[in-house]
C-alpha cells in the first residue's frame, strides 16, 4: 500500500498545526493511502521508505522552524533518493504577513532540489495551506474553514496513487 509520510514540528495536540496534521492525514486516508504522522524527529531513511511527503511547520521569521531546518539538513544523506516522490507543506503563522507564504516556499525549493514533484492548489492556498494564530490571550485561530488542509492530503494522495501505477 502506497504511503505518504506527514513530518511537522509538533506545537501539541491543540496547536493549529498540529490539528493541520490531523486534517490532511484524513484526507490521505480519503483516498485509501496509507498515512503516517510523525514529528521531527524522523530519520532520513524513514523518508525514502514513504511515497509521499507533506512536511509542516510554524513560521520563524518567514522561514521554517530551526527543529525542521534540521530534519531538512539531515537529508544531505539521502540526496538522490526522493526523485520523483511527491511533496506538499503546510505551516501556521501569527499574523497575515507573518511569512506563510516564505515558509511554504522555502520547503518547495527542499523538494525541488530532491527532484520530487511538488504538488500544488490551483483552487485555493497554492503553495499549500495555512492557519494563523494571532498572539494574545484572546487572539482566536483563522480556521481553515474551507478544508483546505484535508484536501491537500487527498490531492497529494491522489497523486501518489497515479505514480505508483
Known sequence: MAKVLIVYDSRGP???????????????????????LRTS?????????????????PSHYGSVSAKTKALLDRTYEIHGRL?????????????????NETTLLDFHKFFLIHGMIVQGDP???????????????????????EGQA???????????KRLAT
Open 14 to 36: 491543540m496547536s493549529p498545526l498540529d490539528q493541520m496534521a490531523d486534517q490532511i492525514a484524513e484526507g490521505v486516508r480519503d483516498e485509501g493511502v496509507q498515512a503516517e
Open 41 to 57: 524527529d524522523v530519520s532520513p531513511d524513514e523518508v525514502v521508505r514513504a511515497d509521499g511527503l507533506i512536511l509542516g511547520s
Open 83 to 99: 526523485e520523483g516522490k511527491v511533496g506538499a507543506a503546510f505551516t501556521t503563522s501569527r499574523h497575515i504577513g507573518g511569512g
Open 123 to 145: 483552487k485555493g492556498d497554492h503553495y499549500g495551506p495555512f492557519v494563523i494564530k494571532p498572539s494574545g490571550p484572546d487572539g482566536e485561530a483563522i480556521v481553515d474553514d
Open 150 to 160: 484535508r484536501r491537500l492530503g487527498q490531492r497529494v494522495a491522489r497523486l501518489v
